[in-house]
């Protein structure tokens, strides 16, 4: 279960994203520098599997994924690992080409999006993404996958009508919200066995990378790590 959003800014873009997990997962890491293919990647890392849910690379390309539907019983390569993968791709081109060559790897379901530097979006997986208006995009996934969507969109739909627009601090507030009620199909999602882990925020530049990642949802105090990665020149 996982809210992301994103709008294009004047020399980039930017992306907000709710990690929604189960409270017995064990806590994620702060996001750090890996070089993988030669590839500098920026992400915080899952404290179970070692993947990542999100992360941007030197090339200015984000990829992040949520959760899909019922799983089959059987052995998976965990998805957060398929994440790194694709964040060794330049371009989405390439996101999409080693997203093809993993087709025969099992995963359990899921549905990804990919943003490349020049704010062009992908998504694959489930159809449970969709491109917004104004550069928003709301990427839901859940135990009642259709009614936590359509929740989340209608609240965004009325902050965007009430602002006249989106930018990023309705964005983040946004993420934030406890509509329709604080419980589990706000944006900040709250469960018995389940809630909101962490918040991130990507800022792609044509100089650099950055990522701030709070732990905990963004209603409870908590201290942001903010990492910076330096773009590579353009090929």
């Not at 990507?202 to 773009?231: H, N, S």
Request: aromatic share 6%.
């Amino acid at each position: 279960m996982c809210t992301a959003t994103w709008i294009r800014t004047e020399d980039g873009y930017e992306v907000f994203f709710n990690r929604d997990e189960l409270r017995t997962r064990k806590p994620a890491n702060p996001p750090a520098t890996i070089v993988r293919a030669g590839v500098r990647i920026l992400a915080p890392i899952d404290g179970d599997a070692g993947g990542t849910w999100l992360g941007a690379n030197e090339h200015g390309v984000t990829v992040g994924l949520a959760n899909g539907g019922p799983s089959p019983g059987g052995v998976f390569r965990s998805r957060g690992l398929l994440v790194l993968d694709l964040l060794e791709g330049r371009d989405l081109a390439e996101v999409r080409r080693r997203l093809e060559a993993s087709a025969a790897t099992p995963y359990r379901p899921y549905a990804l999006f990919a943003i490349d530097a020049a704010g062009a979006m992908a998504t694959f997986g489930e159809r449970q993404a969709a491109a917004g208006t104004d550069g928003a995009l709301l990427f839901s996934s859940s135990r009642d996958p259709v009614r936590a969507r359509a929740s989340r969109e209608a609240v965004l739909d009325r902050m965007r009508s009430e602002r006249g627009g989106v930018d990023a601090e309705l964005l983040r507030a946004f993420h934030a919200s406890h509509e329709p009620e604080r419980g589990p199909f706000s944006p900040c999602m709250h469960r018995e066995d389940a809630g909101t882990v962490s918040f991130s925020r990507i800022r792609v530049g044509p100089r650099e990378v950055v990522l701030d990642y709070r732990p905990g949802p963004l209603c409870e105090p908590a201290e942001v790590a903010t990492a910076r990665l330096g773009r590579a020149p353009a090929s």
